[in-house]
Structure formats: C-alpha cells, structure tokens
C-alpha cells in the first residue's frame, strides 16, 4: 500500500507531474496507493520560511508524520518512506525522525537503505518511460537546480 503526499512540492504543475507518474506507475505493477487530498503548500512554507537551513528536517517530519498517521488509521504493520531510496536525502536524520514519530503515533517504522538499488530503479523508470524528478520538490530545491549566481 503506498501513501502519496506531497505538500512541499513547488509549482503545482510538478505537484500533478509527480502525482500523475504515481497513479500510472501504481497501475503498472498493481499497487494500491492512497492519495493525500489537501495541497497544503502554504503551511509547508510557512513552518520554513526564515529556517530555510533547516528546511528539510520539517519536511521529512511532516511527511513521516502524515504516513505514521495513516498506517495508523490503516492498522499497517510499519510504516517507511521512499525517501529512503534516494542517494541525496539524509538517512540519519530521517531514520531518526522516523522513530521518533513512532513512538508518538505507535506504529514501527521501518528503517532500510533502499539506495542499493538507486541505478537499477533509475533504468527501470526510463524503461517505463516514467517522468523522472530533478529536485527534491521544494521552492528552494528548484531554485538551487536553475540559480546560477
């Protein structure tokens, strides 16, 4: 069962990309996803703004947050994130946030390097001819892609 969220996704045309690449990928292999319905931009900016340093350490909470709370609701044995697969996150923080919400929600979360596989799911999405991210999501990600001072 997968969650999809993605409140710190910035502009909302790369919100629906990404949204649009989920669902079709989800009919492929035959899994279940369940769609965040709110577009909560402005709150993820506004518990950023002026802690721009730090702005990843929110994101990762409140996305780990939102699926610890819907495993919860769901009766789900643990809960992980995708996150967990890129090369560019920071494991050690959200492996530790991770357990920390699940000792507040009461769901495990489930801590594995899925960067092992990195390549060999980069090839399968071309393959698939899936639509391919180049930033996090965030405003200031994007900025850091196309800001050349």
């Not at 340093?53 to 044995?77: E, P, Q, V, W």
């Amino acid at each position: 069962m997968g969650f999809f969220c993605g409140n710190n996704i910035h502009p909302y045309s790369e919100f629906l990309k990404r949204k649009k690449t989920m669902q079709s990928y989800s009919e492929m292999v035959g899994l279940n996803v369940i769609f965040q319905k709110e577009y909560e931009m402005e709150k993820f900016l506004q518990n950023v703004v002026f802690r721009e340093s730090n702005r990843c350490l929110y994101c990762y909470h409140d996305r780990l947050k939102a699926t610890a709370h819907f495993a919860k609701r769901g009766r789900f044995d643990f809960f992980t994130t995708s996150l967990l697969y890129s090369k560019f996150q920071k494991h050690e923080q959200i492996k530790s946030i991770g357990h920390e919400i699940e000792k507040v929600v009461g769901v495990p979360f489930y801590y594995e390097d899925f960067r092992t596989g990195w390549k060999e799911g980069i090839l399968e999405s071309k393959q698939l001819g899936l639509y391919r991210q180049q930033y996090c999501g965030c405003i200031y990600s994007e900025k850091e892609r196309f800001f050349q001072p």
